[in-house]
C-alpha cells in the first residue's frame, strides 16, 4: 500500500464508492398510484439502515453487466417481480470503436450519494412498472414487500424521514416533487 500520512486505525474501511442501481416501482390499482415498498433488512451488515422502508435496489456487483439487465435482475431477486417498462427509458445505442470495446450512455430518474458516514454509495434510481402479479420477498435482506398509496409514503417522506432509508431520501425529494 503506498504511504498516505494515515496510520491503520485511520485508513477508511472502502477505498472506492459503492455503485447501486435502484427502482422506484409504481402501479395504478383502482385509480390510485401506488410504489412498491419493502423494509430493509440486514442487521448483520448494516445494522444502521435495517427496519427502515426503501425500494427495491442492489450493488452493481458484476464487470460489464449492462445497467438495465442490473435493474431487472435486482427487481427479480428483491421482490420476485419481473420489469416491464421503465418510465422517462432514455439511452443511446451501443457504440463500438475500434478497439474491441462497447459504450453507451442512459440517463436515471435520478442519482443518490451517499458523503459521510454508512457506505460510500452511489446509484442510479430509475422509475418502473412491473408484471401485474403479487411481489415476494426473495430476498433475506428485506422483508415484508407491499404495495402503498404514493400518498402514504410521502406523508411518511414529510412528517417521519428517518422511517425511509437515508440514501433514497433525495429519489423520493425528486419523486414527490413531480407530483
Known amino acids: 500500500m503506498a504511504k498516505t500520512g494515515l496510520d491503520s486505525k485511520t485508513i477508511p474501511k472502502y477505498s472506492m464508492a459503492i455503485p447501486y442501481v435502484g ?6 390499482n383502482n385509480g390510485t398510484t401506488e410504489v412498491l415498498i419493502q423494509t430493509r433488512w ?9 427496519g427502515t422502508l426503501e425500494f427495491p435496489a442492489g450493488t452493481l456487483d458484476k464487470p460489464y453487466e449492462n445497467i438495465f439487465d ?20 432514455s439511452k443511446t445505442q451501443i457504440i463500438h470503436s475500434n478497439k ?20 460510500p454509495w452511489i446509484g442510479f434510481v430509475f422509475i418502473c412498472e412491473v408484471e401485474n402479479e403479487p411481489p415476494k420477498t426473495h430476498s433475506n435482506e428485506s422483508k415484508d414487500v407491499k404495495w402503498v398509496p404514493i400518498n402514504e409514503i410521502k406523508a411518511i417522506f414529510k412528517e417521519s424521514p428517518e422511517k425511509l432509508f437515508t440514501l433514497q431520501l ?6 414527490f416533487e413531480g407530483r
Open 100 to 119: 474491441d470495446d462497447a459504450v453507451f450512455g442512459f440517463r436515471p430518474f435520478c442519482c443518490t450519494q451517499q458523503l459521510k458516514n454508512g457506505k
Open 23 to 28: 427502482a422506484i416501482i409504481e402501479r395504478e
Open 170 to 175: 433525495p429519489a423520493w425529494k425528486y419523486y
Open 70 to 89: 442490473a435493474l431487472a435482475r435486482e427487481i427479480n431477486e428483491e421482490c420476485g417481480l419481473k420489469l416491464k417498462r421503465i418510465k422517462q427509458d
Open 42 to 50: 440486514k442487521p448483520d451488515n448494516d445494522p444502521i439502515y435495517s
